[in-house]
């Protein structure tokens, strides 16, 4: 007869120091997948750039004044200099070593204009560099920032693929800890980036360490608690502590205005994080899984030794036991994403626009615990997925004068989505059974990398229509609502071992 995990732990209770510390130190190591995941706001953010006059390049103050075309500026309705042209140099030249003036003698506009052959120069009052700066993404090439995050999100899938395989092969707590380790070494190998190919190349690593110690650690959490504490920890435990490390983003942002510098501090905590390997057990129920036994009763009595609880003399006997939406993941991953790596484009300072972005998070995670608490999952997922899609829906209905009423509703729209995002990680944890888990979030993860990974077009597309992305995310968002009312429901249900329990489970 199989006997349930939960009944056989029972006696450690749901919140003593095992259970607190294993919790407090899981959510720790979170934070780094937060400033991570969204470090392109600002490293790829385009600082106002013009084409390069070359100093060297003699010729009067009036003329260097006059060799940047004006060209009109649609959206806000005014002119602006040009940041992909300027006027030929041989003929500005020409004019001011004859001591023409621009205007007066010379119709500037009728000079004929030529692309920035001699580079770009950038202003310098929100950052000191990035990545767009450093190699000139600009122009025809501003394809390669969006293609940027997009390879670091493909990254993500490719890790989403692999690491739930790997996990549920050779445990979460080896997996948490080696991606976090290819997380950290490759964003400090990131620093010296000799040119874009390869920094691209070492951010798709990165992306790959990334969701893989996320979803290792996320599993690991779900493993190890009762019942009672699942849901906490999945929202205002991993999900708040990835808000958090969010936070931290533009405050260090703030601070070191070079993406390299940046880049290098974010290397510190996920070291300080590495430590944790003594302290984070590995996943009793994984262990049993295996057949191995011994282990996870070695686990269990340490835990009620720390807990002060006699655990009995028999904690497992010897003959324990050895479809989610697709869509779902991908509208809520593009959503969030979307508008995660839009902050830059809003309008107000990027730094406090960044900030609120990821503090609006903190209410709806723990809106998304309550109803976790309460509600049954399927209405959950459709209640926050349906808010954020309705609001985003909305934001073409305003005038584009009313700038804070737009980015409110944006602020509500990542309220709902974020919500939706930490409901539907435990939501879909709770269908799986113990020697499938990690790799059916790895599947669902994958789905949501596909829209992470098509998130900065999504973004793109705003300077064709500037509606156009939330009209598309939306509509999208308010779908998935619709099709998460047709997912199992696994309120109050315990958490699945086997296959067969799966089905009796779900059913």
């Given amino acids: 007869m199989r006997i349930h995990y939960d009944d056989s732990t029972a006696f450690l209770g749901d919140w003593g120091p095992f259970q607190r510390t294993v919790f407090a130190l899981l959510c720790l190591s979170m934070i780094p997948n937060g400033f991570t995941g969204l470090s392109m706001v600002f490293m790829g953010d385009t600082p106002a750039h013009r084409c390069l006059i070359p100093a060297a390049l003699n010729i009067t103050d009036e003329w260097r004044n006059a060799s940047i075309p004006l060209e009109e500026d649609e959206e806000n309705r005014d002119s602006r200099f040009s940041k992909c042209s300027r006027h030929r140099m041989d003929v500005v030249k020409n004019y001011s070593d004859r001591g023409l003036l621009p205007w007066v003698d010379v119709n500037v506009s009728d000079i004929p204009q ?236 990027i730094y406090l626009n960044c900030f609120l972005s990821a503090a609006v998070e903190v209410p709806a995670l723990i809106m998304a615990w309550l109803m976790l608490r309460r509600w049954p999952r399927r209405l959950c997922l459709s209640s926050t997925l349906s808010l954020g899609g309705l609001v985003l829906l909305f934001i073409q209905l305003i005038p584009q004068h009313m700038n804070y009423v737009a980015f409110s509703l944006v602020m509500l729209g990542k309220f709902g989505l974020s919500a939706a995002f930490s409901i539907l990680y435990p939501a879909t944890a709770e269908l799986y059974p113990t020697v499938l888990r990690n790799t059916a979030l790895g599947t669902c993860s994958m789905a949501s990398r596909v829209g992470s990974i098509l998130a900065p077009y999504f973004i793109y597309l705003g300077s064709y229509y500037r509606s156009l992305p939330y009209i598309l995310i939306g509509s999208v968002n308010i779908l998935s609502g619709l099709l998460s009312l047709l997912l199992p429901e696994s309120l109050g249900s315990p958490l699945p071992e086997t296959i067969s329990h799966m089905q009796t489970v779900v059913g």
Wanted: include cysteine.
């Fill in 114 to 349: 030529e692309g920035c052959l001699d580079g770009w120069e950038y202003d310098t009052g929100t950052y000191i560099s990035t990545i767009v700066s450093e190699w000139d993404l600009v122009c025809s090439d501003n394809w390669r920032a969006p293609l940027t995050t997009s390879l670091f999100f493909c990254g993500v899938l490719t890790g989403s693929v692999i690491s739930g395989q790997m996990s549920d092969r050779f445990g979460r707590k080896k997996v948490l800890f080696v991606t976090m380790g290819i997380q950290t070494v490759f964003t400090f190998i990131q620093v010296f980036s000799p040119s874009w190919l390869i920094f691209c190349l070492l951010f798709f690593i990165v992306g790959m360490g990334q969701i893989s110690n996320y979803v290792a650690g996320f599993v690991l959490g779900m493993e190890i608690f009762s019942p009672s504490v699942r849901d906490i920890y999945a929202t205002l435990g991993v999900c708040l502590f990835f808000s958090i490390g969010y936070m931290m983003l533009p405050l260090a942002a703030y601070f070191l205005r070079d993406w390299r510098m940046l880049l290098l501090v974010f290397t510190i905590p996920g070291i300080f994080c590495m430590l944790l390997w003594w302290f984070i057990p590995e996943s009793p129920r994984w262990l049993l899984s295996q057949g191995r036994v011994v282990e996870a009763e070695a686990i269990v009595r340490k835990a009620a030794q720390m807990n002060g609880v006699n655990a009995p003399d028999v904690v497992f006997p010897l003959n324990q036991v050895k479809h989610a939406s697709l869509l779902i993941w991908f509208s809520v991953s593009v959503g969030y994403c979307a508008l995660s790596l839009n902050t830059s484009s809003l309008h107000g300072n």
